[in-house]
């Protein structure tokens, strides 16, 4: 006779080679995404991010069904999560992004308004910066964005490179409102776009003391949560005339010295256009008798030309989105040409009536362009893009209909710019290339060296030096030297994430961001 048979023992073990083997796989997944050398930081934060909530919620899985843990500490577990995804949206706020990655910047949920401005006392000069700026001085202009010429370049007052020895003397600080927009400088005065409430302002201050002088306002507010809310474009002041373009679209004619109205055109508005992901960006460009702006994301105009005077609308072109990059006046075969990066194209215009004398494919679309296109003397461009676009440098040559043709000289992943742009001299690129300073040789498209960490900021070619200023706030000053990386200088000029585009008047640094603003006279040379 049989034995009864023995109840089966409930299973033991907790399978604990599930979390052990995915901890492992998303090891080495991380590990090859970050040892790719030229795969960017964005598309490395992305895949770090896929890669981290996969494996956590693998995890999870385990842990809730497969672990065998008791039923009572998962349930608890399971309480916990739930609450914790209740209180997270209280007392968590998302602040933008990282890094200008794209991914969220978690923050401690607190309402941050933006100061209204106003005066703060400077820092006591350090010992040795005695600042030399008389009621007299004159601030050389700098009226549009990217500097005078638009072209990343600014010439070297004689700059002091050793700043231990002779520090920069703060000259004021103040709190500004929101926005990435930078400042243009005319008559001693400097203009930028900031966002107060909701209200948009456009604020001149006296470059020598930071005092406000005027300010004019639209009721509009451009909001998005990775770059930020606020106005984004640089205004440009020509002559008895200024012009700002802000973030939902609304274009201003105002007197410089006043602030008092000329006109003003609701550019999406009027054109049927819807606004593009990060808002409206590009900088208005002016020529004699014309003011140029951007449109949006709908399939043309690409670019709208008024009278400058009075706001009429004279011509209209292309037939691709806009971009996020500012049109240049510049020249081909010694002909004046309009050159603008848009969303998926390469375009040169006439200036008079628009028409469209080149149109170089450069796709795609998904992917926001943003760097500045640069001339490259005569009859070349160099373009470039972050998300894994890369760069290119074409040269232009004479056609039939259109009248331009452009060939594409080399192209390849060396420099890669997001957001920023970069300059020319003496037949190499400076800039940088995914939050490094880099230079590149143009008749070969290698990259000569790649060093330093600046994040998600800007660069300004000061002649001979590269004036770079970094994402977390900080400006470095840099040799713009083929042979080698060398930096000479720091200056914690701001303390929180900076996207704005420095300026340089003489010797005279703007700077500011979505929080503050500052403006620091730079030692020069005995």
């Not at 709208?304 to 706001?311: Q, Y």
């Not at 259109?402 to 080399?410: I, M, Q």
């Not at 914690?492 to 703007?510: E, F, I, M, Q, Y």
Request: charged share 15%; net charge positive; glycine share 8%.
């Amino acid at each position: 006779m049989k034995p009864p048979a023995r109840p089966m023992a409930p299973p033991t073990g907790h399978r604990l080679w599930a979390p052990i083997g995915i901890g492992i796989l998303a090891t080495g997944l991380l590990a090859i995404v970050h040892l790719q050398p030229d795969l960017e930081r964005n598309l490395k934060a992305w895949a770090t991010g896929a890669i981290l909530i996969l494996s956590v919620s693998l995890t999870l899985i385990w842990f809730l069904f497969l672990s065998r843990l008791p039923a009572r500490l998962r349930l608890a577990t399971t309480g916990l999560l739930v609450l914790a995804g209740v209180l997270a949206p209280l007392i968590l706020t998302v602040d933008g992004s990282v890094s200008g990655t794209g991914l969220p910047r978690i923050a401690w949920r607190q309402r941050v308004l933006p100061g209204t401005p106003s005066r703060l006392p400077s820092t006591p000069p350090s010992v040795g910066s005695t600042p030399t700026t008389n009621p007299t001085h004159v601030f050389p202009d700098v009226p549009q964005f990217f500097g005078p010429d638009r072209s990343g370049r600014v010439a070297n007052p004689g700059l002091a490179t050793d700043w231990n020895l002779r520090p920069p003397h703060l000259l004021w600080r103040v709190p500004v409102g929101l926005g990435w927009s930078s400042f243009s400088i005319a008559e001693d005065l400097a203009f930028t776009l900031e966002q107060h409430e909701e209200e948009e302002r456009l604020v001149a201050r006296e470059v020598r003391t930071g005092t406000e002088r005027w300010t004019h306002s639209n009721r509009t507010r451009f909001s998005e949560w990775q770059g930020g809310d606020g106005p984004r474009s640089t205004p440009t002041v020509v002559s008895n005339r200024l012009y700002s373009y802000g973030g939902t679209g609304i274009l201003d004619c105002l007197d410089p010295r006043t602030g008092s109205p000329v006109w003003t055109r609701s550019i999406l508005k009027d054109f049927a256009q819807p606004n593009l992901t990060w808002g409206v960006s590009a900088s208005p460009l002016v020529t004699s008798n014309l003011v140029i702006v951007t449109t949006g994301a709908g399939a043309g105009p690409t670019l709208i030309a008024l009278d400058r005077f009075t706001g009429e609308t004279r011509w209209q072109a292309g037939a691709d989105q806009a971009s996020y990059a500012s049109p240049l006046l510049t020249q081909v075969h010694q002909r004046p040409v309009i050159a603008s990066l848009n969303a998926a194209s390469f375009t040169l215009h006439d200036p008079s009536d628009g028409r469209i004398l080149l149109d170089h494919p450069w796709p795609d679309a998904r992917y926001p362009k943003a760097a500045q296109p640069v001339p490259v003397g005569d009859n070349r461009f160099f373009l470039s893009s972050g998300y894994g676009r890369g760069c290119q440098l074409i040269q232009v040559r004479a056609a039939t209909n259109p009248p331009f043709e452009a060939v594409v000289l080399w192209k390849n992943l060396v420099m890669k710019n997001q957001f920023n742009s970069v300059a020319v001299r003496d037949n190499h690129l400076f800039g940088l290339d995914d939050g490094f300073l880099a230079c590149v040789d143009l008749t070969t498209g290698k990259r000569v060296w790649k060093d330093g960490r600046y994040g998600s900021g800007q660069s300004l070619l000061v002649d001979d030096l590269i004036l770079v200023q970094a994402e977390p706030g900080f400006i470095a000053l840099a040799a713009a030297n083929p042979a080698g990386f060398s930096e000479s200088a720091r200056l914690p000029a701001l303390d929180s994430k900076t996207w704005n585009h420095p300026v340089l008047s003489g010797r005279h640094l703007l700077v500011r961001n979505d929080r503050e603003a500052a403006c620091y006279e730079l030692p020069i040379q005995p």
